[in-house]
């Protein structure tokens, strides 16, 4: 379809889609999507509008954005402890970050709609038993039986109510006095004091707590200060079902454009951002800010066409180009990346995420090694650095749980034969809290010393 052609939230359905579960009951499925279309979004369209306004400023260098979250969210977990401490670690590494950088740090979570990820086939055999593959909560099951893999609409219908559950309970801790600066700095302390490696970090630290002391004594009340006590908190997730994100796109009363208001902020990713395919089409539509998954195989000249599609004004805050070309290959790729891109004059925040280029097998457990997230980041940094551009954001697949997925790590140090003590994922490999607050202080490192 050409870009100049009609848009309407359902002009990719005349386009292929790629990555589209196999819906047995289609009465259902027609049925349930009625539903979605009429209940309320699940986030307004001036909140998407405030989220580009401030990747506008960090892609000018004068914010940073922190994007983190499970890799694929499960029904199960939607509860208030296990959503509140994943939001608690985002928190406590936006302070260090923000103190570090000298610069306000966009928090948005890949939560409260991530439930759907894209496979590499569309069946798994088992002991010779072929059956459709996990698709994600919001679609199947991750049991290996016929009834549990067999897609069923009405997960559709509960991963908006899981989503409108999560939300209910971010905006109450980040409104409610949860989030307040003085609150996640003593988490962060503790970490410090409790950890061996932490003891690096007293130094920074202990620089905060002299920035917060100093804010006490010019008079300030930290108690009653807005600004130092709720935060903003943005949501985002894949843009994978199409169906899906159709029913909950509508037209903002205020500007009469359209918004997917499943979340803030969608992206796309390697799999399904084919330039003529239903994907850009529907995201080339919606006026949410918008990110791209940049893996190694790819044509540049396509990612240039597709940007010209999505963001065709070239319109700040728009685009964000999320990187993901493992620890080994960033130098070899993300230079000439920068370059072309750079070029063409685009308005684009980078952002790294050192997650899905570094994942490998471990006996029977898919796991990321710290080292090589760690050694991609400090490249993604000194990287932009010499090209003269921003790294502006990072990406991370991460949890608040004390989880053994990820290997390594400064306080834990995880080794492979300890990843079954307590590998909870039933998707991809996520860094724990500790090893999330490891990498924080790490960054903030590269922050204060470029």
Not at 289 to 307: A, F, Q, S
Not at 380 to 389: L, V, W
Not at 398 to 424: I, K, M, P, R
Request: aromatic share 8%; charged share 25%; hydrophobic share 35%.
């Amino acid at each position: 379809m050409n870009k100049e052609q009609r848009w309407s939230k359902s002009s990719w359905q005349t386009l292929v889609a790629a990555q589209q579960p196999n819906w047995p009951d289609q009465a259902s499925y027609a049925s349930v999507l009625a539903d979605l279309e009429r209940l309320p979004p699940l986030v307004f369209a001036g909140e998407a509008r405030k989220l580009k306004s401030d990747i506008a400023r960090a892609q000018r260098g004068e914010a940073f954005l922190l994007q983190g979250g499970d890799c694929a969210e499960e029904f199960a977990r939607c509860t208030a402890p296990a959503i509140r401490e994943t939001l608690k670690v985002i928190l406590q590494m936006s302070v260090i970050l923000t103190y570090a950088g000298e610069k306000p740090v966009i928090k948005v979570g890949r939560i409260a709609g991530q439930y759907a990820k894209p496979r590499s086939s569309d069946t798994e055999v088992i002991d010779g038993l072929e059956l459709p593959s996990y698709r994600g909560d919001i679609i199947n099951s991750p049991e290996f039986t016929e009834a549990a893999r067999l897609p069923d609409a009405d997960r559709l219908r509960q991963g908006y109510f899981y989503s409108a559950a999560t939300l209910n309970i971010l905006r109450g801790f980040t409104k409610g006095g949860f989030a307040s600066l003085e609150r996640v700095h003593s988490w962060n302390n503790e970490f410090v004091s409790n950890s061996k490696e932490g003891k690096g970090y007293e130094r920074l630290a202990g620089e905060i707590d002299k920035a917060l002391k100093f804010i006490g004594t010019i008079g300030m009340d930290m108690g009653k200060e807005r600004d130092l006590n709720q935060v903003d908190f943005y949501t985002s997730h894949e843009a994978l079902l199409l169906a899906y994100e159709e029913a909950m796109t509508r037209c903002d009363s205020t500007t009469g454009e359209w918004y997917d208001c499943s979340a803030h902020m969608l992206w796309i990713g390697d799999r399904t951002r084919q330039l003529d395919g239903a994907h850009v089409e529907f995201l080339r539509g919606v006026r949410n800010p918008i990110g791209m998954k940049l893996g190694p195989n790819h044509d540049i000249d396509e990612i240039k066409r597709i940007i010209d599609r999505l963001n065709p004004d070239n319109e700040p805050g728009r685009m964000t180009m999320i990187t993901r070309f493992g620890a080994d290959l960033i130098d070899e790729h993300l230079p000439k990346v920068l370059r072309q891109l750079k070029g063409e004059g685009y308005n684009l925040l980078w952002s790294c995420d050192p997650m899905h280029g570094n994942t490998y097998k471990a006996g029977n457990y898919k796991t990321r090694s710290f080292e090589a997230i760690l050694k991609e980041i400090g490249h993604f940094f000194h990287i932009h650095r010499a090209e003269g551009t921003i790294p502006g954001g990072i990406h991370f697949e991460l949890t608040g749980e004390a989880v053994t997925e990820c290997v390594g790590g400064g306080s834990d140090n995880l080794e492979a034969h300890q990843l079954e003590e307590n590998y909870l994922t039933s998707c991809d490999p996520r860094l724990n809290g500790r090893q999330s607050l490891d990498i924080a202080f790490m960054i903030a490192h590269l922050l204060k010393h470029p």
